[in-house]
Structure formats: C-alpha cells, structure tokens
C-alpha cells in the first residue's frame, strides 16, 4: 500500500465524525452574548503603569542601569551574605566580594556557591522563586558586562541561565492557582525584560557568541510562551512543566544543585504540594512518588522514567560552585 | 462599499482594547469550527457548548493579562480547547449515554446507526488514550483537515514533530482498536 493509499484510509476512518448535528441557534447566540458580556466587563482604562510596561526602552534600557529596582530580594541575600561575614570573618568578606563578580573572574564560583547556599537556606517557595528570579536577572547581566568589555561567555552562565528558567516554572507550578498567576505576571514580566535585552546583545555580539545567546533567546521566547500558557491555562501550564520535569530527569540534563525539592533545594520535585490535574486543588503527594497523580502519562510512553511509580532522580546537591550531576 | 476583510492581527490589535465589534467578528469566525472540533471531540452538545464558552473566556483573560496571541488566533483558540477537554475528561469519566425512544428520522436505519456510532465512541475512546499532544495532533489532521504547518503552529512545536507524533499516534490507534476493520 501506498503512502496516498494509507492517507487516504486513514482519512475515511475518520469520516463518520464529520456528520455532527447542527449547532443550537439559541444556544449560539447565548454564548454570544455572555462572550461579549463578559468582555465588555474585563474592559477597563489602560493604567500608566501598563502603559509603561508596554514601553519598549523601559523594558529593556532601564534593567541594565537599574539594578536596585531589579533585584528586589537583593536586600535579603545581602543580609545572608552579612550573616556569613559575621559568622566566618574572612571567609564572609570574600564571599560579600565576590558578589559582584565576573565569570572570568576568579571569585565567580563564590559567588555562585553562595546563590546556591542562599537557596538551600530558603524554605518558602516564594521566596525562592524570587531568589531564582534575582539570579537569573544577575546572568543576563553578566552576559552583558562580558559582551561590553569583549570578552566571550562561558557557556555555564548560559546553561545556569537556562536552569534558573526551568526552575521559576517548576516552582511557579507548585503553588495554588493564586499564588502560580501572581508569580507568572512576576516571571512574564522578568523574562520579557531578559528577551528584550538578548535580543539587542544579539545584534551587537561577536560571531562565537551567536550561538550561546541564541539558545537563551529561545529559551526566554519559551519561557514567555509557557508563562502565557499558565496565565490562560493553569492545568495545562502545570502537565508541560511536569513533562519538562520528568523528561529531563530521566535525560540527565544539566542539573542545578538543591533543586530536588528536598530540604536542600528548590523545585517543586519530591516534597512540594503538587496540584491533581483537573481539580486546581493543591494535593500533598505521598513521599515521592509523583508520577501517578498524573493519569495522561504512563511509563510505556515516558521510557524515560523509571516504571515502578518512583521518579528518577532529578538533581542532586553539586559541589563548588557549578550544578551537580545526574547519578 | 469596503470589503476589506481584517487579518488576525488587525482582529487582535483592536481585541487588546477590548473592542466589542472586532471581539464579534472574532467569536463568529472561530467559534463554530471551535464548536465541531469540541462536538466530534466530546459528543455531548452542552459539554461542547462549555467547552467554546471557556476557550473564549480564557482568551480574553489572556487578552487582559496583556499575553494574548499576536498572530494565528486559530492556532491560539484550538489550543485552549484542547487542553480543556484533555482536563474535562479527568475530570470526570465519561457517563454512560441513556437511551431515548424517539427517533430523530423516519428514514434511517436504527441498527446501521447504532453500529456508526459504536464505531465513533471506540475510535473516539481510542484517541482519548493518546497523549495529549497526539491528540491534538490526530483531531486537528483527521477531524479538522488542517495542515501540518498549522498543526505545529497550534502546538508550538516543529513541523517534524508533529509528523512524528501523528506517527506514534496512528501506530497506537492501531494497536489499541487491534488492527480491526477501523484503521
């Protein structure tokens, strides 16, 4: 049998669900009404506020020059780094110091150590996904002090990058309803000013660095996607996460340490409340097995994780200042 | 006369502002395919009517978090459809049909009717076994005819994925309906 022959058999098995019964007017027409209704009610004046969010310049000139204003949870891990000061002495100094610096620079996997510190010290979700959020800001920042002193980005900035993005949509997608679309608007908001800002050092980097900023374009051009998702359809937003989730556990892709969701990290992985698929009703998943509240993924279809009901190991606690290693 | 007809992005230019006369055009263009595609999907025409009402409904709370789509509205439209009846049928499993005594044409054939529509609910059972995606994938080619392209655009996936999908999808359909007279 042909191609056209197999197209075509396949087509005229599907051909008695072309005879539907005709739509209700009335009902059509109700709809209608209520679509229009419901508009008209969601209609409200453009605030100043979105109006400036709409503003390209303010979107992506004023977060390389305003740091303060992006980093709103720097204040806290400025408090953490302090309290390590106070606690070791020297050893704080040079973590305080290192803050501020470079991928080229020597002081880099300090810096890097502590933002993983910070995050295994963090308990609330919330304030996590901030922390995570301030992090990834610090990255595409870093990938622009680079390109302005041409220099090349190391690859690790990107790939952290890419792993901070992973990981605000996982936490995101722990939460209730609530919280996930007011941290969603937050994520939205920092991806696009990250978006915006990849896409003017895109115009302007080196031939070798093409690549790299690339795939962060794409990714932050996905994250955005993924937020709207969520915004629409929670539910939906929540299932992709956790195929994004158990897809990469079983990869062994590039893992962040303390993620697993266990008392060293972050992610909504083995001990955050996960929501049931349907109900939008936050569920306390039995130990860690989290595969079976989700009933549309089955193991003969997802080769990737193990098949007893137990989640291959996600990400493990990494040593220094980079992300750890699938086992 | 102008018979200047508005593209999507003109549509959704004026639909950001909320404006009712563009947010009309867009409910009668897309919502009777919206409702076959629900209807042949769920077999139910209340379940059907929701299932348009909430599309639209999450289009304009897209739409108001200033996330709406920019272009191929279509595509935008179907997703959300999908996604809800892949929820609606988590939540709740499907209920048995009840029987009517009336029957809607003097002419038709009860018994051919009956085996018509065994056919439909097993096939329809079948593809409700799919992942979501082949789901999508199968519905959108075979209950609606659309392109690949157009297909990939509404999954925000690559043409070459949607080929693979409906792929594995047609391969999982067969073995499910046990290389039967269906497919």
Request: charged share 20%; hydrophobic share 35%; glycine share 8%.
């Amino acid at each position: 049998m042909n191609k056209a022959e197999m197209d075509s058999k396949q087509k005229n098995a599907f051909n008695d669900f072309q005879n539907i019964p005709p739509r209700n007017p009335q009902a059509a027409a109700r709809g209608r009404a209520n679509f229009l209704k419901q508009a008209a009610v969601l209609r409200q004046p453009v605030s100043r506020e979105a109006n400036r969010r709409q503003n390209w310049v303010s979107s992506t000139i004023f977060p390389l020059f305003q740091r303060k204003e992006r980093f709103p949870m720097l204040n806290s891990l400025i408090a953490v780094v302090l309290a390590v000061v106070v606690l070791f002495g020297g050893s704080g100094a040079t973590v305080a110091a290192a803050q501020g610096s470079l991928p080229d620079q020597a002081l880099y996997p300090v810096k890097t150590w502590s933002e993983d510190a910070v995050l295994s010290l963090t308990g609330p979700t919330q304030t996590r996904l901030q922390y995570v959020l301030d992090f990834s800001d610090r990255r595409v920042l870093e990938m622009t002090r680079l390109l302005a002193d041409g220099k090349s980005i190391p690859a690790g900035v990107e790939t952290r990058l890419q792993n901070e993005l992973d990981l605000v949509l996982e936490l995101a997608a722990g939460m209730n309803d609530t919280q996930a679309l007011q941290q969603l608007q937050m994520i939205i908001q920092r991806a696009d000013a990250q978006y915006q800002t990849m896409t003017i050092l895109m115009s302007g980097a080196p031939q070798s660095d093409g690549p790299l900023l690339l795939r962060a374009h794409t990714r932050l051009q996905e994250q955005l996607q993924m937020g709207a998702m969520g915004e629409s359809d929670m539910s939906g937003f929540r299932l992709q996460v956790r195929q994004r989730f158990q897809y990469r556990g079983g990869t062994g892709g590039t893992p962040m340490p303390g993620l697993g969701g266990n008392s060293n990290g972050y992610g909504p992985g083995m001990n955050q409340p996960t929501i049931t698929p349907g109900t939008n009703q936050p569920v306390q998943m039995p130990g860690v097995n989290q595969m079976t509240a989700t009933p549309v993924l089955k193991c003969t279809s997802t080769p990737m994780m193990n098949c007893t009901g137990t989640p291959m190991p996600y990400r493990t606690p990494g040593s220094g200042g980079g992300y750890g290693h699938m086992p | 006369m102008d018979n200047h007809v508005p593209s999507d992005t003109d549509l959704l230019d004026l639909a950001r502002q909320f404006d009712q006369q563009a947010l009309a055009q867009i409910y009668d263009t897309y919502s009777p395919g919206l409702y076959r595609y629900s209807m042949r999907r769920l077999s139910d025409q209340d379940v059907a009517e929701d299932c348009v009402a909430e599309t639209f409904s999450r289009f304009l709370q897209a739409l108001k978090a200033r996330r709406g789509p920019e272009s191929f509205l279509q595509a935008f439209l179907y997703r959300i459809a999908h996604n809800w009846i892949v929820d609606h049928y988590r939540r709740a499993p499907q209920q048995p049909q009840e029987l009517t005594e009336e029957h809607p044409d003097e002419n038709s054939d009860p018994v051919k009717d009956a085996g018509h529509h065994m056919q439909q609910e097993r096939l329809r059972k079948a593809i409700r076994e799919l992942t979501p995606d082949q789901q999508q994938v199968i519905s959108l080619k075979y209950l609606e005819g659309w392109e690949n392209e157009d297909i990939a655009r509404s999954l925000m996936k690559p043409v070459g994925a949607v080929k693979s999908l409906q792929h594995r999808a047609l391969a999982s359909l067969e073995k499910m309906l046990d290389r039967e007279e269906i497919l």
